[in-house]
């Protein structure tokens, strides 16, 4: 199975920040990446697919990058509603998994 | 606008069965593949199985830990997929979401798990 790995796995910011977060996967899983916000109680909110591209709807304020194995979620003015965690999914071969999760708070 | 929501959750006891649901609106349910993934309390996501299209056969692929014990099916004449969990064990214990793979962008890349339910709690206790 392919594993995924994030960090960190939990960061303090402030309003207006920009922030990274790192995923890496334990084979190269090419562009097959998304990126997940979720917030306590809630159903996941998809952000990224295919590792940089948008889904409809999702501020520009967040971008994705990378390919192979290493790929970064940047959050650039970080807003109140953005305090959340963030996971990433790799859907290259199956057994599909995730990172274990990112917690971005104060 | 697409829609899913889950059902079927509870309180159920070790050894025990379950049936989730998860009833889609908005689309053309036949033509998607759709996804069951869970969440632990307090726990990350973790993707359990997938159960593709009619043009694909209705054919399933399942995490390792579940597979043998949960079933991905679906009546695409009631636009909804089912998850029969067996066997249940207090690890079970979870918000259980389904989650759709949309179609295909201009570049060929499937939008993967466009859009999510609400989720379902599936409750394991003696």
């Known amino acids: 199975d392919i594993q995924m790995t994030q960090s960190p796995s939990s960061l303090s910011a402030s309003v207006g920040d920009t922030v990274t977060i790192t995923c890496r996967a334990s084979?190269?899983?090419?562009?097959?990446l998304g990126w997940f916000q979720q917030k306590p109680g809630k159903a996941p909110k998809s952000l990224i697919y295919a590792a940089s591209r948008f889904f409809s709807g999702v501020p520009s304020k967040f971008s994705g990058s990378g390919s192979g194995t290493d790929f970064t979620l940047t959050i650039t003015g970080l807003q109140p509603e953005d305090f959340a965690t963030y996971y990433c999914l790799q859907y290259s071969a199956y057994p599909y998994t995730f990172g274990p999760g990112t917690n971005v708070d104060f | 606008e697409v829609q899913l929501a889950e059902s079927g959750g509870g309180l159920v006891q070790p050894g025990g069965s379950l049936r989730l649901s998860c009833t889609a609106s908005?689309?053309?349910?036949?033509?998607?593949?759709m996804d069951w993934v869970r969440q632990a309390p307090g726990k990350g996501l973790e993707w359990v199985g997938r159960?593709?299209?009619?043009?694909?056969?209705?054919?399933?692929e399942y995490a390792a830990s579940v597979k043998g014990r949960f079933t991905i099916s679906r009546d695409d004449s009631r636009n909804t997929l089912y998850l029969q969990i067996n066997s249940l064990n207090t690890e079970d214990t979870a918000v259980y979401f389904c989650?759709?793979?949309?179609?295909?962008?201009?570049?060929?890349?499937?939008?993967?798990?466009?859009?999510w339910g609400q989720g379902t709690l599936v409750t394991v206790s003696s």
């Open positions: 908005g689309f053309t349910f036949s033509d998607y593949y």
């Open positions: 989650a759709r793979r949309g179609g295909r962008d201009a570049s060929g890349y499937f939008y993967d798990f466009d859009y």
């Open positions: 084979q190269d899983i090419n562009k097959y």
């Open positions: 159960g593709r299209d009619k043009a694909s056969g209705h054919t399933t």
